[in-house]
């Protein structure tokens, strides 16, 4: 009877699980391991992600991460580079990724041209130094939105969740197996 109630309680959260990742566009389309930090070693998130509660407020979109002017930026994962420029005069590079994401990175001074594809850890280009608000020699602000509601739907996201997995786990109901 307990093995049936813990085989039941066990479906229900794989089920939960899946549903959830079904309305999480970076869950759904980003399987773990997928996607890689843009900096290494591991760099510091000098300052993380925060949303605003509409569009036209202001808030931080991506997250800064602490680096060194001149070193490699890679790609978080596999994609193609969609554009390489200046946006409010910082040097830009964007790719979009299976699933309706896209990932940007600035300021970086960009080897890789429009149309390129590109694999996790690709080298994009190099960290210049410039970014306001930085604590470090040069941050690396990177940025994630989801581009599957069109022009209107566009939804910026925390892209350290690419980074992120919750891996189901399930307790074994004899603590000695």
């Known amino acids: 009877m307990l093995r049936r109630r813990i085989g039941w309680a066990a479906t229900v959260l794989l089920l939960l699980t899946v549903l959830a990742a079904e309305n999480d566009p970076v869950a759904a389309?980003?399987?773990v391991g997928r996607f890689g930090w843009p900096l290494r070693p591991r760099p510091?998130?000098?300052r993380p992600f925060d949303n605003p509660a509409h569009d036209w407020?202001?808030?931080h979109r991506?997250?800064?991460l602490a680096g060194t002017p001149g070193q490699p930026v890679l790609a978080a994962g596999d994609g193609i580079v969609?554009?390489?420029g200046s946006v409010?005069?910082?040097s830009v590079v964007s790719l979009d990724h299976p699933g309706s994401l896209r990932t940007t990175y600035e300021p970086v001074r960009a080897t890789v041209p429009v149309g390129a594809r590109v694999t996790r850890g690709s080298v994009l280009g190099t960290l210049e130094p410039g970014h306001a608000d930085c604590p470090a020699a040069a941050c690396l602000h990177w940025g994630l939105r989801d581009q599957s509601g069109g022009r209107r739907g566009r939804a910026y996201?925390?892209?350290l969740r690419l980074l992120h997995s919750n891996p189901l786990r399930l307790k074994p109901v004899d603590p000695a197996a």
Request: charged letters at 15%.
């Open 29 to 31: 389309a980003a399987p």
């Open 44 to 46: 510091a998130v000098v």
């Open 57 to 59: 407020l202001p808030g």
């Open 62 to 64: 991506g997250v800064d």
């Open 82 to 84: 969609v554009f390489v």
């Open 88 to 90: 409010g005069g910082k």
């Open 157 to 159: 996201l925390d892209p």
